[in-house]
């Protein structure tokens, strides 16, 4: 019945009335507008829709520093000798020895320990040589896997061990240097740690072979 | 309900909500160390670290054995023991902060860094800090525990002001052995 229908109703109407009326002044019908209008402004406001800008590569002269928030590094020299047991690194028959001789200095305001799996090797990539080095040591006191101290340099060998006939004597080398992102551990992680390497700085070097050593 | 009854509550509930803000501890406050904070000279005792740090000094160069090396060096002369158990007890964190940058004990020269602790016996030697030459330390904290990892579980503190210590040509590490003190 009608009657019954309009008594169950009316009260609900009374109690949400004012919900009703002020939802009617809601201008519906411009949302689509609004939103339209606010993409289009944030879009933009971060630069429109064009390709973002790649970070530039630079190409750094022999003996260039790269420096970033983490480590500067200059590739001094690098060096292809029939064994370096010294850097802590153990040639078998038919190898030889690929080793860079690197000036380092953490920028951090941490220890950066510099074993052969971490941020530090991971700053520099060689081309030709896809794995991290062998073994990392200091020049100065042959200390394995060093630890650089905030602003201290120092001079690190990264060796490789490399097929005999991998790399020739004059042969350009081409590194890659890395910039690393901090990243804080939370939830479950906890500290503070440099990843994601993404290129930064190319330089090219030639290698030296320097036969049994010198 | 009158309505400055209303308004007093709500007001209420605001400094109420405040209140809590203000003492809800931080989301790291579970986790926290225990830092156990002496002088130079004095006793600190945690829990299964006990440490005295008898000398603070500074040189130009650092020698332990044939081991040699130039540089801006903070020498620390300590003793130190566990206190309840021998199981993995290693001197593995030892850190300087200086200015808002923290050193770890060098691990060129050998030192009591990593050093195994006994109960009851303490161990005597040395730590090497290695600055950078263009920092002149003043005030400086140095921080040793068991564990690289410093949370929950006791820290010896060190307050120490550099400032005052004159800076030899060279010093050389006390060798690491039974404490005689």
Known sequence: MTTGRDSSTRPARTRFGWLRAA??????RWFAGIATALFLAATAAFGGLATAATPDITALEPGDEHRN????MTIDRAVLIDEFEDAGVYVEEGERVLALLVSVENTWDEPLSATPDSSVTQSLTVDGLGDPPDSVARYDDATIN???????PAQ??????????????????????????????SFVANGQWWTDPVAAATVSIAVEDIGAGG | ?????TWAIGGALIVAAWGVALITPPEDAFERPFPVTVGVGERGEGRNIAITVHEVRRAE????????????????????????????TLLSLATLEVDGRTYAASERPDSLRRG???VGIPRSGSLAFELPDDVDPADAVLTLGLDSDPRLDSLIVVPIDLSEIDVESDAELQPSEWSTR
């Open chain 2, 1 to 5: 309900m009158r309505r400055w009854a």
């Open chain 1, 23 to 28: 939802s009617d002044r809601v201008p519906t």
């Open chain 2, 116 to 118: 195994s602790l006994s």
């Open chain 2, 61 to 88: 160069a650092a020698s332990a054995g044939e081991w040699t090396a130039e540089g801006n060096w903070v020498i620390i002369d300590l003793d130190a023991e566990a206190v309840i158990s021998e199981f993995g």
């Open chain 1, 156 to 185: 690190i060998v990264l060796a490789w061990a490399v097929e005999a006939d991998a790399f020739d004597d004059a042969q350009e080398l081409k590194l890659t240097f890395n910039d690393m992102t901090l990243h804080t551990g």
């Open chain 1, 146 to 152: 060093p630890v650089l101290q905030p602003g201290v």
């Open chain 1, 69 to 72: 928030d983490q480590v500067a």
